[in-house]
C-alpha cells in the first residue's frame, strides 16, 4: 500500500496507549528489514533516515526515498517515513521534496524562542504541503566515554515549557528528554517518568522517546504507558546488520556475491525490529 501518514499511526496509538517503532534505515536491505518485521509482526511501523546519513554522502534523500516509496507499496501493513533530526530549514525543505512524509526539525541546543522560531516556519512551511513536523524540547545528548560526559550535554524537558511549546508552535508530535541518551550507555539509564506523565497531561500530542536503544524493556513500557507513542531506535539496530555481516564472511563463499553479505545483516537487524515492534504493542 502506499505510505501512510504519520501523525495517523501516531494518534491511534496514543488513543490505545501503545507505542510504535520509528527504526533507522541507511539502505535497501535496512527497509526491506523493517517492512518484514511489520509484516511478520502485522503491525504498523515508521521507517525513518538519520539527517546525517545524507550530509556523510553514501545516500541521497532522493535515492533513500525512491527506495521506501517503492518497498512500502508492496507492504501489507502501514508504513511511514520520517525524517530524523533535521538541522535546517533547507534541509526540511530538500525531505519534502524528495518524498518523506514527516520531518523533525531538531533546534533543541538553541533557546527556547529560538527553537519555537525556527519551528514554527516549518511547521507552517511543511503543513501546507501536508507534512507532519516533530520537535525536540529539553535535549537528548549522546553517550561518551563517562557516565558525565554523557549526563552533562543532555537538559529534561519541563512541562510547563513544553505546554508552550506546543501551543506556540503547532507541532504534530514532540520528543522529550526524560533521561535516555543517543548511542552506547555507559551506565543503565533511569527515565523520569513522573516528569514524563506530567509533560503528557500538560499537552496534546503523541511524545517521542529518543535514545532508546539498550534502555531496558521494563523501562519502555513504564514510559508507554507514562505517555510515550513513538519509540526511536538505531545504534541496536546498526550492531545486529553488522553482526549479521560478520557471521556471514565466517562462510566460505565458493563464489562471493555482495549481498551474501548484506542479505545476512538484513536478517539479523529484521529479527531486532520486530522484537521491539512486539515490545512497544504489549498494551495494544
Ligand atoms: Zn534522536
Given at each position: 500500500m502506499p505510505l501512510v501518514s504519520t501523525k495517523k499511526i501516531l494518534e491511534d496509538a496514543r488513543q490505545g496507549g501503545y507505542g510504535i517503532g520509528a527504526f533507522n534505515v541507511y539502505n535497501l536491505e535496512t527497509v526491506q528489514g523493517v517492512i518484514k518485521a511489520a509484516e511478520k509482526a502485522n503491525l504498523p511501523a515508521i521507517i525513518q533516515a538519520w539527517a546525517g546519513i545524507f550530509r556523510f554522502g553514501s545516500v541521497t534523500m532522493e535515492t533513500l526515498s525512491a527506495i521506501v516509496h517503492a518497498e512500502a507499496q508492496k507492504a501489507n501493513v502501514p508504513i511511514a517515513f520520517h525524517l530524523d533530526h533535521g538541522e535546517s530549514f533547507a534541509e526540511i525543505m530538500r525531505a519534502i521534496r524528495a518524498g518523506f512524509g514527516s520531518v523533525m526539525i531538531d533546534a533543541s541546543t538553541k533557546s527556547l524562542e529560538e527553537n519555537i522560531k525556527l519551528t514554527r516556519k516549518v511547521v507552517e512551511a511543511a503543513h501546507s504541503v501536508g507534512v507532519e513536523v516533530e520537535a525536540e524540547l529539553g535535549h537528548v545528548g549522546i553517550c561518551k566515554n563517562s557516565k558525565e560526559e554523557g549526563t552533562a550535554n543532555t537538559w529534561l524537558t519541563d512541562p510547563g515549557e513544553a505546554a508552550y511549546f506546543v501551543e506556540e508552535t503547532g507541532v504534530d508530535f514532540l520528543a522529550v528528554a526524560i533521561g535516555t541518551l543517543h548511542g552506547f550507555y555507559q551506565a543503565e539509564p533511569k527515565l523520569d517518568i513522573p516528569r514524563l506523565k506530567q509533560i503528557a497531561q500538560a499537552v496534546n500530542v503523541p511524545l517521542v522517546l529518543h535514545?532508546?536503544?539498550?534502555?531496558?524493556p521494563e523501562q519502555i513500557k513504564e514510559a508507554i504507558k507514562g505517555g510515550i507513542n513513538k519509540i526511536n531506535v538505531a545504534t541496536e539496530l546498526n550492531v545486529e546488520f553488522v553482526q549479521g555481516i560478520k557471521e556471514a564472511l565466517k562462510e566460505d563463499w565458493e563464489t562471493p556475491y555482495p549481498n551474501n553479505l548484506t542479505d545476512m545483516g538484513r536478517e539479523y537487524y529484521s529479527k531486532a525490529v520486530e522484537d521491539k515492534i512486539k515490545l512497544f504493542a504489549l498494551n495494544r
Amino acid at each position: 500500500m502506499p505510505l501512510v501518514s504519520t501523525k495517523k499511526i501516531l494518534e491511534d496509538a496514543r488513543q490505545g496507549g501503545y507505542g510504535i517503532g520509528a527504526f533507522n534505515v541507511y539502505n535497501l536491505e535496512t527497509v526491506q528489514g523493517v517492512i518484514k518485521a511489520a509484516e511478520k509482526a502485522n503491525l504498523p511501523a515508521i521507517i525513518q533516515a538519520w539527517a546525517g546519513i545524507f550530509r556523510f554522502g553514501s545516500v541521497t534523500m532522493e535515492t533513500l526515498s525512491a527506495i521506501v516509496h517503492a518497498e512500502a507499496q508492496k507492504a501489507n501493513v502501514p508504513i511511514a517515513f520520517h525524517l530524523d533530526h533535521g538541522e535546517s530549514f533547507a534541509e526540511i525543505m530538500r525531505a519534502i521534496r524528495a518524498g518523506f512524509g514527516s520531518v523533525m526539525i531538531d533546534a533543541s541546543t538553541k533557546s527556547l524562542e529560538e527553537n519555537i522560531k525556527l519551528t514554527r516556519k516549518v511547521v507552517e512551511a511543511a503543513h501546507s504541503v501536508g507534512v507532519e513536523v516533530e520537535a525536540e524540547l529539553g535535549h537528548v545528548g549522546i553517550c561518551k566515554n563517562s557516565k558525565e560526559e554523557g549526563t552533562a550535554n543532555t537538559w529534561l524537558t519541563d512541562p510547563g515549557e513544553a505546554a508552550y511549546f506546543v501551543e506556540e508552535t503547532g507541532v504534530d508530535f514532540l520528543a522529550v528528554a526524560i533521561g535516555t541518551l543517543h548511542g552506547f550507555y555507559q551506565a543503565e539509564p533511569k527515565l523520569d517518568i513522573p516528569r514524563l506523565k506530567q509533560i503528557a497531561q500538560a499537552v496534546n500530542v503523541p511524545l517521542v522517546l529518543h535514545g532508546s536503544s539498550y534502555t531496558p524493556p521494563e523501562q519502555i513500557k513504564e514510559a508507554i504507558k507514562g505517555g510515550i507513542n513513538k519509540i526511536n531506535v538505531a545504534t541496536e539496530l546498526n550492531v545486529e546488520f553488522v553482526q549479521g555481516i560478520k557471521e556471514a564472511l565466517k562462510e566460505d563463499w565458493e563464489t562471493p556475491y555482495p549481498n551474501n553479505l548484506t542479505d545476512m545483516g538484513r536478517e539479523y537487524y529484521s529479527k531486532a525490529v520486530e522484537d521491539k515492534i512486539k515490545l512497544f504493542a504489549l498494551n495494544r
